[in-house]
């Protein structure tokens, strides 16, 4: 399984959401956040 795409969403005032999904067509969720630190975060991936 590769992964074709990953996708941050930045929901004010500090949520992070992170959408990955493979060239086989699955779809996956996370929310890749320390409090606060989002912006943090999203600068890493």
Known sequence: MKIKNIE???VP???LFLKI???SGIV???EPV???KA???AAAF
């Open 34 to 36: 320390i409090e606060g």
């Open 21 to 23: 999904t493979t060239e």
């Open 39 to 41: 912006d943090t975060v």
């Open 8 to 10: 941050l969403f930045k």
């Open 28 to 30: 996956g969720w996370g």
């Open 13 to 15: 005032p500090r949520w």
